[in-house]
Structures are given as C-alpha cells and as structure tokens.
C-alpha cells in the first residue's frame, strides 16, 4: 500500500492533564487500624479504590473517601473476616460495627483532606518565593531567552526560532527575541494580528503544524524562506503574551512527542517573560514604598511637637490618618505682631492626594497669616488659593484662630465640617458654624467668632473624623464625646486633655482609623496670683 505524500495542516488541541485522586497510599496506618478492628469485630474493614462500591457478602455497609478534590479517592467497606467466616462469634452487634467502622471512615477522610490541603498549600508557597534581581539584571533576560530559543529549536531539528509577542492592544503581533534570524528582523515594525491565521490558532491553545509552508501561503508564516514551521502558544494562566514559532529549511513533520517539547519550551519562555514583569513591578513596588514611608515620615515631622510657651496660654494636638498618608493636620506659630496663629485642617479625598492638598492648605495659612490680616481675611484668601490650583475635587476642612497673648483676645474662623467645641465651668457648648470648605467657592465669605475662655477654660477643635466616627453599633462620638475628655480633667494641661480625648475615642471606635482625625485643645491657664 503507497503511502500518501499530501501535505497538510496539523492542528493539535492541548488536553488538559488528567489528575487523579490521591488514594490511601499515602496513610501508612491504616493497614493496622484495618488489622485491629478485623480481630475485634471479626469483620474486615476494607479500602476500595473506586468511586462505586461493588457490594459483595458481608454487612451492607460503606462510605465513601473524599479527600478534598472534588471526588471521591475510593470507599470503605466492611467484609466478612476469618473469624465471622467460619462462625466465631465475637459478641459485638453488627450496629455497633458499622458505628465504629463510620468512625474510622471520618477520620480517614480528615486525614486525607488534610494532605489534600497540604498538597495545595506548598504549591502556592512555591509561587511566593522571593524576586531577587541579579547584578546583571538589565542584560540577563536578552541573553536568557535566546538560549532558550536555540536549545528549543535544536531539540526538535530546526534551525531558527522566535518569540512574537502581542502589543497592548493586542492587535499587533512584534518580533522580540529570535535565534537563527538576522538580528535586523527586530528593527522591523509589528505585524498586524488580523489575518494572521496560525499565531490566532495558537492563541486559541492550539499548536499549528505547517509541513509545507510553500503550500500553506494563506497561513501567514511570519518568516520567509523556510519549508515547515511549528507555532505553539506563550501564555500564563491569565494572561496571552505571543506565539513562540520554530522553522525548518526542509519541509517535515513534527510529531507529537515534538509538540509537546515546544510547548514545554513555550511554557519556560512565559515563565521567564512573566518573571522579569515581577521583577520590575517588586522592584518599582518597592521604591514606591519607600518613597511612601518617607512622605509619611515628612508628614510626621510637619506637625508641631512642641508647645510655644506663651503667657496664659496653653495648647496640644494630634493627628491620625486613616492611612498612612493623609489629610489631617494641625500648626501653631507666631506671628510679627505677636500673636499667636493656630491652624487645624481636613482635606478631603485620602492617602497621597489628600496630602499634597493638606500640605498645599497648611503652606497657603501660614502665607497668607503673615500679613497681619484677620482670621476670616486669611480663610478667604486661602480659600481662593486653593480653589485656583484646584482640579475642582480638591477641597478642605480648616481652623484658623488668632490669639493675642497680651490683652488675652482671640479670634477665630472656619470653613467647612470643623466642630469647635468650648468646655468650662463644668458644662461644654458647641460654637460650631456651618460654612463652605475651602477650595469649593472662590467668592465665600468666612465669618469671624471670638472665644469666650476664662481661665482653666478649654476649646476643643476637631476635624469631622473624630465627632462621625462609630461604634459597632452605629452610635457617633460626636461632640459631646469631644468634651467629656476635657471634663475629666478640667484644670489639668492641655496635653493630658487631648491625650484623654485619645483615649476614650480609641475605645468608642476601636482598630483602625476610618477617616483622617485630628484634634487641637486650646486652654486658657488660671491667672497667676501675685504676693502684695
């Protein structure tokens, strides 16, 4: 019988592996467990490595074995042992010994469900291995990926090899390492993936044999001058990378033993590929974080640590952000005139952005407060400086008060959601006022307040995260919570108060800060007696 010398197209369709169940193999107690129950109950306790059992004689019983996989290993079932064969009676009700033998079946099937999860278990611990680049890093992966090219093509008798990987739209396929090739083919522009019969059969998880090339034309082999070609596909489990094409100058077969070694070949070049993508995302990763703890440190050390010592004043303040950069801040400082500025602000949005917006509001208060303006003037031109270099989202929360040291007058004015809040005299108000946050309107007008503080007296400023913060149940801190810290400690500075108020909002709302927090305490001291 001749044999048929027409050429044609192979397409071979990638099976998925079979993967068995375990079995009790890997249970090296049972053999004895079995043993011990057979001379108690004179019933043989057996293991059955399939998913139906085939009762036999003996007591209709068994249980199937599910090790975790989705389906069940075998079964166990009890058989009529030597004993009860030949009628020695052990006294032990056939009840009981399907009790005992559904008892040993829940602990096999434990057992083997806890090597199932085991088995699961160190394979993802395989994938979380370390990305440690090498001194040569930049170089490496050139180098690499053309050995891989040359030992895939030699193995399986062509002679040139290359990878052609998908752009970002995935609509044009681009040479990117090649073996065999005239290194010019990589100056060339991407080919497009439209019409590109055999890599869009690849992509689909098929690998194309082309025997013939000279007579395959409308399969769009990629490089000229080669009689047969192979095409597997390069991909991880996500994602499509490209098409890994190996070509021969003779026209030839490749059988499936070769196949299967070029998509072995395709699957280590996808591995190095998806590495080095790692790589470089572990590596900008970390530069990133680094450069994240170090706006946070910034951030940090922005805020005033210590106290300005000024007669008849006494002041304190933290910030918390709900991550770790945000939005929250407070400042003192002194001005020109003598007084003395003190600032707290809330930017709206979170982490980076909210910041840059914070440190964009604290900068513009301190500006615009050294001209020696009221409070409400500094709000509003601050209000407007922000609104200019705003995108239109960028908006914030702000405190400004003025205190004159020597005639003991203070004033202040606030934009948006900040709660001022006055305790004294055993009692606590709100002098809290509704007004736009800054950066919303450039044409708002903030009005001023005074703060009415005797001495021992306190105002508590805070930022909305801290009067809506909730418990589990729902119910807010608000602003009555503010104040019972400095209720407590009336008399006492205004460090312990602050502190205090800490405390006890840390134990309404316990964990992690949903929102940025910030609280200052302005306390009046008591007058100083003098001898006559």
């Given amino acids: 019988m001749a044999k048929s010398t027409q050429k044609h197209l192979k397409v071979y369709t990638e099976q998925p592996p079979e993967v068995h169940a375990p079995g009790i193999e890997g249970v090296n107690s049972f053999a004895a467990v079995s043993q011990a129950v057979e001379r108690m109950t004179g019933w043989s306790l057996c293991y059955v490595p399939e998913s139906a059992p085939r009762c036999g004689a003996g007591l209709p019983w068994s249980a199937p074995v599910n090790p975790g996989s989705g389906i069940a290993a075998g079964h166990l079932k009890l058989e009529m042992g030597r004993a009860a064969a030949v009628g020695q009676c052990t006294g032990i009700a056939e009840d009981s010994v399907r009790q005992l033998a559904s008892a040993v079946a829940g602990m096999l099937c434990e057992l083997m469900q806890t090597q199932h999860v085991l088995w699961q278990r160190e394979a993802e611990l395989a994938a979380g291995i370390p990305l440690v680049p090498a001194s040569d890093e930049a170089n490496h992966l050139a180098v690499r990926l053309e050995a891989v090219l040359k030992g895939g093509a030699e193995a399986v008798g062509c002679q040139a090899a290359a990878i052609y990987l998908l752009d970002e739209d995935t609509s044009h396929l681009k040479l990117r390492s090649c073996w065999g090739l005239s290194r010019d083919r990589l100056l060339d522009p991407a080919r497009p993936l439209r019409g590109a019969v055999a890599d869009l059969e690849a992509l689909l998880g098929n690998a194309v044999v082309l ?248 105002v508590v400023v805070c930022s909305e995260g801290v009067v809506a913060a909730a418990d589990p149940r729902g119910r807010l801190f608000g602003e009555a919570g503010v104040a019972e810290g400095p209720l407590a400690l009336r008399g006492r500075p205004a460090a312990e108060q602050s502190t205090r108020i800490r405390g006890l909002l840390d134990a309404h709302q316990p964990g992690a800060a949903r929102a940025d927090r910030v609280v200052l305490v302005v306390r009046r001291r008591e007058a100083r007696r003098t001898n006559p």
């Fill in 211 to 458: 025997e013939d090339t000279r007579r395959m034309q409308p399969w769009k082999v990629p490089e000229e001058g080669y009689a047969a070609a192979a095409c597997v596909p390069i991909s991880t489990p996500t994602t499509l990378l490209g098409t890994f094409w190996v070509f021969s100058t003779n026209p030839r077969d490749f059988d499936d033993r070769q196949t299967n070694l070029l998509e072995i070949v395709a699957g280590r070049l996808a591995a190095d590929l998806e590495r080095e993508m790692l790589l470089r995302e572990g590596v900008d990763g970390a530069k990133l974080k680094r450069q994240f703890a170090a706006a946070e440190r910034l951030q940090q050390d922005q805020l005033p640590a210590i106290a300005p010592q000024v007669d008849g004043w006494d002041l304190s303040g933290w910030a918390v952000q709900a991550q770790s950069l945000g939005g929250g801040f407070f400042d003192w400082f002194c001005l020109d005139d003598g007084r003395l500025a003190i600032a707290l602000g809330s930017a709206a949005g979170s982490g980076m952005e909210s910041a840059l917006m914070a440190a964009a509001a604290r900068t513009a208060i301190r500006c615009h407060a050294r001209r020696g303006a009221a409070a409400e003037q500094v709000l509003a031109e601050v209000n407007r400086t922000l609104w200019i270099g705003s995108t239109g989202s960028q908006h914030a929360g702000l405190f400004l008060g003025l205190l004159d040291p020597n005639s003991g007058d203070a004033v202040w004015s606030s934009a948006g959601p900040i709660s001022v809040i006055a305790v004294g005299g055993g009692s606590w108000r709100s002098l809290t006022r509704a007004s736009p946050l800054a950066g919303e309107d450039p044409d708002t007008i903030y009005q001023p307040s005074t703060l009415p503080l005797g001495p021992d007296e306190a």
